[in-house]
């Protein structure tokens, strides 16, 4: 079993930075893709942000040039900076990873319990 814990998320006036992290515990032979889905209220989980194990980086439309998605392998961590914050960024983020976790054969989807960021106009 493997466990995705986040920690960053807050409020912050409209402008404002945060930095998401997450970090995987458990045991863990290796992580594939990692990655940030948010959710709006009223409105379907979207994806924000991805980063494959080679480093290979894709956006929602929406955030590109504002948030950069990273990792550091030998931590299990996948981190989302965020800058120029709007309140339409006001959402439940959670974290999501592609775990190798009993072998390198077997591969388990995880998610994170998720942590809201709130931005203030």
């Known amino acids: 079993q493997v466990q995705l814990v986040e920690s960053g998320g807050g409020m912050v006036q409209a402008g404002g930075s945060l930095r998401l992290s997450c970090a995987a515990s458990?045991?863990?032979?290796?992580?594939?893709?990692m990655g940030w889905y948010r959710q709006a209220p009223g409105k379907q989980r979207e994806l924000v942000a991805t980063?494959?194990?080679?480093?290979?980086?894709n956006y929602v439309e929406s955030v590109k040039g504002r948030f950069t998605i990273s990792r550091d392998n030998a931590k299990n961590t996948v981190y989302l900076q965020m800058y120029s914050l709007e309140p339409e960024d006001t959402a439940v983020y959670y974290c999501?990873?592609?775990?190798?976790?009993?072998?390198?054969?077997?591969?388990?989807?995880?998610w994170g319990q998720g942590t809201q960021v709130t931005v203030s106009s």
């Open positions: 999501n990873a592609d775990v190798y976790d009993t072998a390198w054969l077997h591969r388990t989807n995880y």
């Open positions: 458990g045991t863990i032979f290796g992580i594939n893709t």
């Open positions: 980063i494959s194990s080679g480093g290979s980086t």
